[in-house]
């Protein structure tokens, strides 16, 4: 019981975390990651994909990709890993896209 006790109280000190912190600086990118949404995003993406890595059709050790990064003029802030449209999002095993990171330098565009 008091180990349930301790967990929730921790869930709940790292969702207030996240909020007060996203007024004043945005969460880390691996932090956002972690987030349902993405994990939602994520899911839509790979399904889409059928599971597969889109550059050498690998099955496992599957992430998702972003083609470009955005910027919102308006607020100067960079989306969140799931505002993305679709078409900017690809399945890729663990393998090409550390490779891909790599060799290619991600674009960023000012939306
Ligand atoms: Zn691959
Ligand atoms: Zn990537």
């Known amino acids: 019981m008091l180990c349930f006790g301790k967990r929730f109280e921790n869930s709940m000190a790292s969702t207030k975390q996240y909020m007060t912190s996203s007024l004043t600086q945005s969460p880390t ?54 505002q993305y449209h679709n078409k900017y999002l690809i399945t890729l095993c663990k393998y090409c896209h550390e490779l891909g990171h790599k060799h290619f330098t991600i674009q960023t565009f000012h939306i």
């Open 29 to 82: 990118y691996s932090a956002l990651l972690q987030m349902e949404q993405w994990q939602e995003k994520r899911k839509s993406i790979l399904y889409r994909d059928g599971y597969k890595c889109r550059n050498c059709g690998k099955r496992n050790e599957l992430q998702v990709h972003h083609r470009q990064y955005h910027i919102n003029s308006r607020t100067g802030y960079k989306l969140h890993p799931w």
